[in-house]
Structures are given as structure tokens and as C-alpha cells.
């Protein structure tokens, strides 16, 4: 019904081991190919390497039997290797899931098929608005899309907490997270309800492949979120990716951190809408693209009011301007395609 997801970490705690002198001779950038002599399902992994027997600790998944390429970091004190590949991929189906979600034609006025008023609710208080600025769009939008459900969950179960308080954690948490209450409500439906069986779980299964994409191209800084928007009686979803440009490699980098977003919805009335922006501290920049000139002019003729709104929130626009973009620039899986084609960060720290 549901596929797994694995949510980990490419930090890893390095513990005092076997005599370095076992070692291969490792040389900072070489490559090198390994097989797993034993699955990773406790944190540690068996490889051979070079024709000797290592362990590693590492939070993701490996299988025996298979065969990875990983690329020397850091050969001295540790040593950390980086996995090249085979890296975790989205497939076809899992692409199509995700592109569907944010077609068009694929609007959805019942997303439970069930009628769930908790998840309707949800909807509508993340749904993007436009009569004024909501501040807590973004967090509310990380917290209860589903996409944090399991962090969530292991904070409640690793709390100092009695059964009771337990519990009522999980209650409240699966009430206030689109997951939660999908996963809350499968329970719920009977074996003849298929059809809305089928509607849940697709919709389940979305979201997770979402968890996939964003897990796969976390150490990189960047996220990808759908949102909801409510119009004309229905439900349907834009995409917001943010690149923070990855964890700082000293302390107090963060504030100097350029930080891009972009910005893609299907409009009703003016069809595909892109936005691009780089914020600096205070200083912005940024390009809307629409595949209609028509469309483009009308939007153009407003930004001078969109400065001005920017300049009384103290931010310093360097430029803001509207283009013309070939339709493939504004496609459902445009963005999509900007993590699933990014660098694999994965690293694995071999204990010693």
C-alpha cells in the first residue's frame, strides 16, 4: 500500500575502531568500486574494499551483494567517503505521480474521495492566498504537508513521556499533518470503500515520493514543496524549491548565504507562472516567466507597485523584471528535474 521511506543524515558520529594499519592506502579524490558484504540495517555496513574486509557506519540503506562506487573525502584521522553511485533514483512512476499532482487537469475538488473534513481544513489553511501576506506560509507549509510526519513522529517517541502523554502526542500530531490524518483515515475506511481506498493511498504515495525526492537532495540545501491553492471550488497545487545552497562550512556563513526560490503554479487566467528570486541579506532579484507576451506586458505594467511593496519591507530590489519563456521552461516537472538531476551527497564514514 505504502512504499518505505528512509529519512537519514550524512552526518555521522565517528567511534574508535580496528588498527589503521588494516587499511587500505587511501588517497584524497581517487575512486574506488566496493561491494557490501553485509546490509546497513543497523547503521553499519560491511564492505570490501581493495580486497579487505571494512565497516562502516552509515544511515543508509545498502544490500549485500551490492556493488557502489565512493569517492575518498578525507583520508586522514577518518576516513569519509562519498557514494558516487548507484544512487537512489526517482522512476518513471514515481515522476508521473509527482507531475500529476500538480497538472491542471488533475485539480481536485473531493482529495479524499471520503470526504474528510480534517483534511479539507488543512487544505485550506495552507492553501496560498493572495488578498494579503501570510508570514507563516512557509512553516506551516513544512510542518503539516505530510513531508516531516516521520521526524515528527521519532521526537514524540524519543521524548520522556508516559503512555498517556504518548499517546495524545501522536493524536494531536496526526490532526494537524495532511499524512497523518491520509494514514489515520486508511484505518478507518471498510474493505468495500476501494475507490476511496485507491484515492487515499495515491495520494499517500505522492507525498512520500515527495519525502524520496526531497531526502535525496537534502545535504545540497535544496526542497521542493507542493502547496495547495483553493479556486473555483477545487483544490490544486503549485511548487515552491528552495536552495539554500547547502550547510555552511563554518559558523555564521548562514548570513551571508544567498538564498534562491522559485516559484511555479498553473493560473487560471493567466496560465503557467514561474518566478525566480535570489535574496542576499536585504538585497533581492528576480524574473516572472509566462509563455503569453500579452500576459507578460500585463504583469510587467505591475511591478513598479511590487517594488515599492518590497522597498517598504526594507529590501533593496536590484532587479525585477517579465519574460517570454518556450513552454518547456514552465513545465509541471521543471523543477522536479532540477533535484532529481542533482549531485548525490551521500557519504559514508568508515570507522577506524
Same mark, same amino acid.
Given at each position: 500500500?505504502?512504499?518505505?521511506?528512509?529519512?537519514?543524515?550524512?552526518?555521522?558520529?565517528?567511534?574508535?575502531?580496528? $588498527?589503521?594499519?588494516?587499511?587500505?592506502?587511501?588517497?584524497?579524490?581517487?575512486?574506488?568500486?566496493?561491494?557490501?558484504?553485509?546490509?546497513?540495517?543497523?547503521?553499519?555496513?560491511?564492505?570490501?574494499?581493495?580486497?579487505?574486509?571494512?565497516?562502516?557506519?552509515?544511515?543508509?540503506?545498502?544490500?549485500? =551483494?551490492?556493488?557502489?562506487?565512493?569517492?575518498?573525502?578525507?583520508?586522514?584521522?577518518?576516513?569519509?567517503?562519498?557514494?558516487?553511485?548507484?544512487?537512489?533514483?526517482?522512476?518513471?512512476?514515481? +515522476?508521473?505521480?509527482?507531475? =500529476?499532482?500538480?497538472?491542471?487537469?488533475?485539480?481536485?475538488?473531493?482529495?479524499?474521495?471520503?470526504?474528510?473534513?480534517?483534511?479539507?481544513?488543512?487544505?485550506?489553511?495552507?492553501?496560498?492566498?493572495?488578498?494579503?501576506? *501570510?508570514?507563516?506560509?512557509?512553516?506551516?507549509?513544512?510542518?503539516?504537508?505530510?513531508?516531516?510526519?516521520?521526524?515528527?513522529?521519532?521526537?514524540?517517541?524519543?521524548?520522556?513521556?508516559?503512555?498517556?502523554? !504518548?499517546?495524545?502526542?501522536?493524536?494531536?500530531?496526526?490532526?494537524?499533518?495532511?499524512?497523518?490524518?491520509?494514514?489515520?483515515? +486508511? +484505518?478507518?475506511?471498510?474493505? =468495500?470503500? @476501494?475507490?476511496?481506498?485507491?484515492?487515499?493511498?495515491?495520494?499517500? &504515495?505522492?507525498?512520500?515520493?515527495?519525502?524520496?525526492?526531497?531526502?535525496?537532495?537534502?545535504?545540497?540545501?535544496?526542497?521542493?514543496?507542493?502547496?495547495?491553492?483553493?479556486?473555483?471550488?477545487?483544490?490544486?497545487?503549485?511548487?515552491?524549491?528552495?536552495?539554500?545552497?547547502?550547510?555552511?562550512?563554518?559558523?555564521? &556563513?548562514?548570513?551571508?548565504?544567498? !538564498?534562491?526560490?522559485? /516559484?511555479?503554479?498553473?493560473?487560471?487566467?493567466?496560465?503557467?507562472?514561474?518566478?525566480?528570486?535570489?535574496?542576499?541579506?536585504?538585497?533581492?532579484?528576480?524574473?516572472?516567466? /509566462?509563455? *503569453? *507576451?500579452? @500576459? #507578460?506586458?500585463?504583469?510587467?505594467?505591475?511591478?513598479?507597485?511590487?517594488?515599492?511593496?518590497?522597498?517598504?519591507? &526594507?529590501?533593496?530590489?536590484?532587479?525585477?523584471? #517579465?519574460?517570454?519563456?518556450?513552454?518547456?521552461?514552465?513545465?509541471?516537472?521543471?523543477?522536479?528535474?532540477?533535484?532529481?538531476?542533482? &549531485?548525490? $551527497?551521500?557519504?559514508?564514514?568508515?570507522?577506524?
Amino acid at each position: 500500500m505504502i512504499s518505505g521511506i528512509h529519512i537519514s543524515t550524512s552526518e555521522m558520529v565517528i567511534q574508535p575502531g580496528a $588498527d589503521k594499519k588494516k587499511l587500505p592506502n587511501f588517497i584524497k579524490g581517487q575512486t574506488l568500486l566496493a561491494t557490501v558484504l553485509s546490509g546497513s540495517s543497523k547503521g553499519k555496513a560491511q564492505l570490501l574494499v581493495n580486497g579487505q574486509k571494512l565497516m562502516a557506519k552509515t544511515p543508509m540503506l545498502l544490500t549485500a =551483494g551490492q556493488q557502489v562506487e565512493l569517492k575518498v573525502l578525507q583520508e586522514k584521522d577518518s576516513v569519509i567517503l562519498k557514494l558516487i553511485g548507484p544512487v537512489q533514483k526517482v522512476t518513471t512512476g514515481q +515522476m508521473s505521480s509527482l507531475v =500529476g499532482l500538480f497538472s491542471k487537469n488533475g485539480s481536485i475538488s473531493d482529495i479524499s474521495g471520503s470526504k474528510i473534513k480534517s483534511v479539507e481544513s488543512l487544505l485550506h489553511e495552507l492553501a496560498l492566498k493572495s488578498d494579503k501576506a *501570510d508570514e507563516a506560509f512557509l512553516p506551516k507549509l513544512i510542518q503539516k504537508s505530510g513531508l516531516a510526519l516521520e521526524n515528527k513522529l521519532a521526537q514524540i517517541l524519543t521524548d520522556k513521556q508516559t503512555l498517556p502523554e !504518548i499517546k495524545a502526542s501522536l493524536d494531536n500530531l496526526l490532526k494537524q499533518d495532511i499524512k497523518g490524518n491520509f494514514l489515520k483515515e +486508511m +484505518m478507518e475506511i471498510g474493505s =468495500g470503500r @476501494t475507490d476511496a481506498v485507491k484515492t487515499v493511498s495515491g495520494f499517500l &504515495e505522492t507525498i512520500e515520493n515527495f519525502q524520496l525526492l526531497n531526502h535525496n537532495s537534502s545535504e545540497s540545501g535544496r526542497i521542493l514543496l507542493p502547496f495547495p491553492v483553493f479556486s473555483q471550488g477545487a483544490f490544486q497545487f503549485g511548487q515552491l524549491l528552495i536552495d539554500t545552497g547547502g550547510k555552511p562550512k563554518k559558523d555564521g &556563513e548562514d548570513a551571508d548565504k544567498l !538564498i534562491r526560490v522559485s /516559484f511555479l503554479l498553473n493560473m487560471t487566467n493567466l496560465g503557467p507562472l514561474r518566478a525566480d528570486f535570489s535574496v542576499l541579506k536585504k538585497d533581492i532579484t528576480g524574473q516572472f516567466l /509566462f509563455e *503569453d *507576451d500579452d @500576459t #507578460c506586458e500585463y504583469v510587467r505594467s505591475m511591478l513598479g507597485d511590487l517594488k515599492a511593496r518590497l522597498a517598504g519591507l &526594507e529590501y533593496h530590489v536590484h532587479k525585477l523584471e #517579465c519574460k517570454t519563456v518556450k513552454k518547456e521552461a514552465l513545465q509541471e516537472s521543471s523543477l522536479i528535474e532540477t533535484l532529481v538531476k542533482s &549531485e548525490d $551527497d551521500q557519504v559514508l564514514n568508515i570507522v577506524i
